[in-house]
């Protein structure tokens, strides 16, 4: 299905990249809010966010202050002249949202993997005119992602963004979130006029990785950055590790370096050609190397010889391993290479064999 979409304009804020929404993980105090969004508007930052209602994963956590903290958002508007938005997970939220003047919408990880809550959210927001951004489902699943933004366009909402925040995963390695890039980047082939924008904040968990995560979104095409800001981080109610000062996000976005999106395709265009002509000697090669194998194949089948023999295969995972270093090839890569040749090598010679 082709999603009808529009671009997320908003009077006042910058076409160029990236689109920039800053502000606290949670609202928790009026003053809290008040300033961390006047910190953060004094630094040119157009669009605060602020969890008004938390997902937590147990009970027992501060699960957000509720409908007063609208109120406080409202403020931020008036005072501050920024957009607001802030997550919606179910009806009750958005009708008080909308009510309040939240200016955009965005839907939790959480939420996003339940196509029951993306149905009841649709359906409030029939007829509603107001950008929503649709967090990736904690499990990465591309297809359920892209099933809650058609439920949200098929309700006739076409400022749509997407939020990538990584993916929960056993093996942690150093971040919350996996970031599982190829995610987003499929996501971009499959419907390029959609905004998406990276959450660092969430997928590093911790502030240190914030600034090469948002460096890392621009140069792999993001439009935009949704970073979590406050006032005093480390006193955060909820994800106080990840949450950076908005001066220090000041610094982080001043230091990025934007490179052009546009400029990529007839740029590039002699370097393609010798990419395409690297890949087909590539293929050619890889051709030979099974001819040979097969004829290795015709010969161990006369000899009646095994097809595997593992002191020749360690040799070559060896021998070209340590070739591919000094290259400059990574061993992980060169492995997984040979493995793989190697693999269909053995398949054409059971081939041979089973004729
Ligand atoms: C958040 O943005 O504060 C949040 C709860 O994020 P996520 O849904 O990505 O976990
Ligand atoms: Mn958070």
Redesign the pocket.
Known sequence: MELDLQPIKLQGVSEDRPLVIAGP??AETEEQVMTTAKALAKNGIKIFRA?IW?PRTKPGGFEGVGEPGLAWMKRVKEETGMYVTTEVANTKHVEAALKAGIDLLWIGARTSANPFAMQEIADSLKGVDIPVLVKNPVNPDLELWIGAMERLNNAGIRRLGAIHRGFTSSEKKIYRNLPLWHIPIELRRRIPDLTIICDP??MGGKRELVAPLCQQAMDLGFDGLIV?SHCSPEKAW??AA?QVTPDILDYILNLLVIRDVKYTTESLAELRKQIDECDESLIQGLAKRMRVAREIGTYKKEHNMAIVQTGRYNEILEKRGSQGALCGLGSDFVRVVFEAIHSESVRQQLEILNK
């Open positions: 993980c949670s969890g938390k904040s969430h979590e909820s994800d990840q």
